[in-house]
Nanobody, 122 residues
Framework: QVPVVESGGGSVDAGGSLRLSCTVSSYSDCMYDISWYRQAPGKEREFVSSIDKDGTPTYADSMKGRITASQDNAKDTVYLQIDNLKPEDTAMYYC????????????????WGQGTQVTVSA
């Protein structure tokens, strides 16, 4: 499977911002659609955002206005900017390859990263 590596999480005070990164090998070659999910303790994993091969984002209604998804093809990386963080944003944030638009042998579908922890203090 293709490595999916998240980074950028951390501990911040409410009102702060974080930019999460997801680096995916051959991101631009495979023309991946990528999604972000999060899972808080004791809760189910929930959708946060997605970005398609063209860089078109989709956002969960609950977070619209506070998040921005973007991509850097040269760095094989997608980003999730989260502003005005709230304690209820505390969760493990996961990046996922939804699908590849190219049928190359080295491309993957439906692959999760290990997650990056975001902790927001009141």
């Amino acid at each position: 499977q293709v490595p999916v590596v998240e980074s950028g999480g951390g501990s911040v005070d409410a009102g702060g911002s974080l930019r999460l990164s997801c680096t995916v090998s051959s991101y631009s070659d495979c023309m991946y659609d990528i999604s972000w999910y999060r899972q808080a303790p004791g809760k189910e994993r929930e959708f946060v955002s997605s970005i398609d091969k063209d860089g078109t984002p989709t956002y969960a209604d609950s977070m619209k206005g506070r998040i921005t998804a973007s991509q850097d093809n040269a760095k094989d990386t997608v980003y999730l900017q989260i502003d005005n963080l709230k304690p209820e944003d505390t969760a493990m944030y996961y990046c996922k390859i939804d699908r590849s638009r190219r049928p190359y042998y080295f491309c993957s579908d439906n692959t999760w990263g290990q997650g990056t922890q975001v902790t927001v203090s009141a």
